[in-house]
C-alpha cells in the first residue's frame, strides 16, 4: 500500500472520527436543551395559569374541562380584588413593616458583622459559632416560643411583634462578615494610626465596599416581610395589622363558603407583581452581592 493511500484512508478515518463527535455533541446539547424547555414549562406553567385564570369569570374557572385561554377576558376582576380585599391598607402595612425591619436588621446585622470581621474580644470565634450553630434549627421551632413570648410582653396584634421577633438574621451576619473578612486588615490599623474611630472606618471604609452585599441583604430582607405567612397569621388578626399575604386568605369567601377563585388570582397577580419586578431589575445585584461574599474567613 502506497503512502498516499495511507494518508487518504487516515484522513477518512479522521473525518468520521470528527463527525461522530459533532453528532455526539448536537445529541448531548438537544437533550440539554429540551431539558431545560420542559424545566421552563414546568416552572412558568403555575403562573400562566394564575394570570388566565385572574381574567375568567368563575363559572367558566368551574367548568369540568378546564380552558387554557380564556374565552372572554375579564380585567374588571383585578378592580374588584383591589377593592374588596382593601389591597390598598395591605400593601400599606406590608411596606411599613418591611421598611422598618429592613431598616433595623441592615443596622444590627452591620454593627454585629464588623464587631465578628474587625474587633477582638474575649469568645469572639466561640460566640460566633454558636450564632451559626443556630441556622441548623429549623426556624419553626422558634413560634411556639417566640408566641409566649410576646404574647406575655402584650404585644399582641401590633406592628411591633410584625417586626421585632426577626430583626436578627445570623445568615446575614454571616454573609456580611465574609465580606468584610475580604477588606485587607492593614487598612483597619493605617486608619487606627491615624487616629480613626471604629464607627467613622465603618462608615467610610467598610459599608462602601461591601455595598453590593447590603443591597443583597436589603432586597432579601424586603422580600422575606412580603411573603411571610405563618407569624402574621398567628400574631395579627385584626383588620388594621393585616399585611397581604394573611389579609388575601379570607378575603374572597363568600357568605356561602365559596370563594371567588378568579378575583382571587387577580389580587394574587397584583401582590406577585413586585416581587416579579424585584427579581427582574435587581437579580445582578442579589447575585453579585452573594458571589463578594467570597469563601474567606
Known sequence: MSESTMKVMQEKDLRKVTSSQKAVKIAVQFMLYAFLILMAIIIIFPFYWMLISSVKSLSEYRLSVPTLF?????????VEAFNQANLGRLFLNTLYVGLVSTLLSLVITVLSAFAFARLEFKGKNTLFALLLATMMIPGELFTITNYATVNAFGWMDSFTV?????????????LLRQNF???????????KVDGTSDLKYLWKVMIPLALPTLISITILKMMGAWNSY?????????EEYRLITNGLRNAFTESTGDVNIPVQMAAVAIVSLPLFLVFIFLRKYIMKGVSRSGIKG
Not at 410584625?162 to 451576619?173: A, C, N, Q, R, T
Not at 405563618?230 to 385584626?238: D, G, H, I
Open 70 to 78: 380564556p374565552r372572554e377576558i375579564l380585567f374588571s376582576n383585578y
Open 162 to 174: 410584625l417586626i421585632v421577633p426577626f430583626l436578627v438574621s445570623v445568615f446575614y451576619i454571616y
Open 181 to 191: 473578612m475580604q477588606i485587607p486588615n492593614e487598612l483597619y490599623l493605617a486608619a
Open 230 to 238: 405563618v407569624w402574621p397569621r398567628l400574631v395579627a388578626n385584626k
